[in-house]
């Protein structure tokens, strides 16, 4: 099963970016289908950003035109870069792999966005 690591969370104050990373600890993601979910402390974990194997996109209506998802060229990595960061964006980001065969989750990574 594909391991998921993440990086790149950190504080930040509010209109400030971050970008996150994902990355497969063995070969590529070329397979999966791609998606960053956050959870807010006493909040269920909600979707954020999704990327298909093909590269369509989808982003869930609090972060559109401030949020985007993308994938490298060679597939190793999958990226949200994260602009006008409002505090309610605060939360656990966590990436997501599926195929027909397997879902992954990575270890999480905190985004804290100051007012």
């Known amino acids: 099963q594909v391991q998921l690591v993440e990086s790149g969370g950190g504080l930040v104050q509010a209109g400030g970016s971050l970008r996150l990373s994902c990355a497969a600890s063995?070969?590529?993601?070329?397979?999966?289908?791609m998606a960053w979910y956050r959870q807010a402390p006493g909040k269920q974990r909600e979707l954020v950003a999704a990327?298909?194997?093909?590269?369509?996109?989808h982003y869930t209506d609090s972060v559109k035109g401030r949020f985007t998802i993308s994938r490298d060229g060679a597939k190793r990595t999958v990226y949200l870069e994260m602009n006008n960061l409002e505090p309610g964006d605060t939360a656990v980001y966590f990436c997501?792999?599926?195929?027909?065969?397997?879902?992954?989750w990575g270890q999480g990574t905190q985004v804290a966005v100051s007012s």
């Open positions: 990327i298909t194997v093909g590269g369509s996109t």
């Open positions: 997501n792999a599926e195929n027909y065969a397997t879902i992954a």
């Open positions: 063995e070969g590529t993601l070329s397979g999966y289908n």
